[in-house]
């Protein structure tokens, strides 16, 4: 059974910074994780992602600069580093797995039950 979980949401006022992490487990061999966000009322917005077998990185232009995804020693982890937060960065987020970065309409097979960003003025 594969498993993404999220955790490192939180409260922060703007300027703050907060790092998630998603830890994976089962996943299929060469499966890349991705960060995504939903605010109430918007759509679901790619933040980034990273696959190393593909020489591939991508980050939103609405966090570029200020968020990085990357891997820690701990295995089958993958962190969001979030700094400058602003009040819209303020939603739900979400890993999610599959064999490639796909871009806008590819839903990936794989999802994480999201963990709350909340930043405040």
């Known amino acids: 059974e594969v498993q993404l979980v999220e955790s490192g949401g939180g409260l922060v006022q703007a300027g703050g910074s907060l790092t998630l992490s998603c830890t994976a487990s089962?996943?299929?061999?060469?499966?890349?994780i991705g960060w995504f966000r939903q605010a109430p009322g918007k759509e679901r917005e790619r933040v980034s992602c990273?696959?190393?077998?593909?020489?591939?990185?991508y980050t939103a232009d609405s966090v570029e600069g200020r968020f990085t995804q990357s891997s820690g020693n701990v295995k089958n982890t993958v962190y969001l580093k979030m700094n400058n937060l602003k009040t819209e960065d303020t939603a739900v987020y979400y890993c999610?797995?599959?064999?490639?970065?796909?871009?806008?309409?590819?839903?990936?097979?794989?999802w994480g039950q999201g963990t709350q960003v909340t930043v405040s003025a």
């Open positions: 999610a797995a599959d064999f490639h970065c796909y871009g806008k309409g590819k839903e990936y097979d794989y």
């Open positions: 990273v696959s190393r077998k593909d020489d591939y990185t």
């Open positions: 089962g996943l299929p061999f060469d499966y890349v």
